[in-house]
């Protein structure tokens, strides 16, 4: 199983298709090593009905499932996202 770094940053002016994006691949173990140093914000981009149901610790929701931007709802999430000096793993499955 492969996990998907990605830094979400808005982009002023500028739509971008899903194909554009190209966020870097890590590996489950790698994953696992941030996870145990506790240097990693995790992000999950399923529906609020998912992540409710069940999530990683420490997760946060950020439903993007279809979307290339995020709801307004979530711009708290987005600031943390954005202050972070770790790296960020978002997963949706």
């Not at 929701?61 to 000096?85: F, H, M, N, Q």
Request: proline residues 6%; contains cysteine.
């Amino acid at each position: 199983m492969a996990w998907l770094v990605i830094v979400l940053l808005p982009v002023a002016g500028r739509a971008q298709s899903a194909d554009a994006i190209d966020a870097p691949r890590i590996t489950q173990q790698a994953f696992k090593k941030l996870v145990a140093a506790q240097n990693v914000v995790i992000v999950d981009t399923r529906n609020l009905e998912a992540f409710d149901e069940s999530h990683m610790r420490g997760a946060l929701p950020l439903p993007l499932e279809g979307r290339l931007t995020w709801p307004d709802a979530y711009e708290k999430t987005v600031a943390i996202l954005l202050k972070t000096r770790k790296p960020v793993v978002a997963y949706c499955a």
